[in-house]
């Protein structure tokens, strides 16, 4: 996946899985924008992405079969 960030942003993405018994996130050690996701196990799971501040937040939901 990859987060762009409009403005002026310069922080670091925050990327967090709900539930990593069915998603993981790898983040790219380079460039925090871009995360690698990984279904691991059934189930849903929303995959999250915020700044580091914690000012602009977004998701996205899997579901695993």
Same mark, same amino acid.
């Given at each position: 996946?990859?987060?762009?960030?409009?403005?002026?942003?310069?922080?670091?993405?925050? !990327?967090?899985?709900?539930?990593?018994?069915?998603?993981?996130?790898?983040?790219?050690?380079?460039?925090?924008?871009?995360?690698?996701?990984?279904?691991?196990?059934?189930? !849903?799971?929303?995959?999250?992405?915020?700044?580091?501040?914690?000012?602009?937040?977004?998701?996205?939901?899997?579901?695993?079969?």
């Amino acid at each position: 996946l990859f987060a762009e960030v409009s403005g002026n942003f310069s922080g670091q993405v925050v !990327w967090k899985s709900k539930d990593t018994d069915v998603v993981t996130v790898k983040v790219d050690p380079t460039d925090s924008r871009y995360a690698t996701i990984t279904g691991v196990g059934r189930g !849903w799971a929303r995959i999250t992405a915020s700044s580091s501040d914690g000012k602009y937040v977004a998701y996205c939901e899997f579901t695993i079969e």
